[in-house]
């Protein structure tokens, strides 16, 4: 059983920053896969960011040139450093992970951007 262990929401002002993490509870096996969503009250949950095990990267289009997502292969951890925070980027976000034929899921972290 794995578990994806998310840290480093909070509250913010426009403008801001946060470094999001997120862990796998085991490190003893190859991850493929990881990401970042977000879902907002009352709207669906959507891609913000993605990344491959090679490092190849993928944004949505209004997290482009704020956000950035990175991983460690050898921790299983992927990590999005988001800037330049919008009242709009207020959501629960979540990391995900594949493993061979798995899928993974964090609990949420809440960030809030606050004007």
């Known amino acids: 059983q794995v578990q994806l262990m998310e840290s480093g929401g909070g509250l913010v002002q426009v403008g801001g920053s946060l470094r999001l993490s997120c862990a796998a509870s085991?490190?003893?096996?190859?991850?493929?896969?990881m990401a970042w969503y977000r879902q907002a009250p009352g709207k669906p949950r959507e891609l913000v960011a993605y990344?491959?095990?090679?490092?190849?990267?993928d944004y949505a289009d209004s997290v482009k040139g704020r956000f950035t997502i990175s991983r460690d292969n050898a921790k299983n951890t992927v990590y999005l450093q988001t800037n330049s925070l919008k009242p709009e980027d207020t959501a629960v976000y979540y990391c995900?992970?594949?493993?061979?034929?798995?899928?993974?899921w964090g609990q949420g972290t809440q960030v809030t951007v606050s004007s």
């Open positions: 995900y992970m594949t493993a061979i034929a798995n899928v993974y």
């Open positions: 990344i491959t095990r090679g490092g190849s990267t």
């Open positions: 085991r490190s003893d096996f190859s991850i493929n896969d």
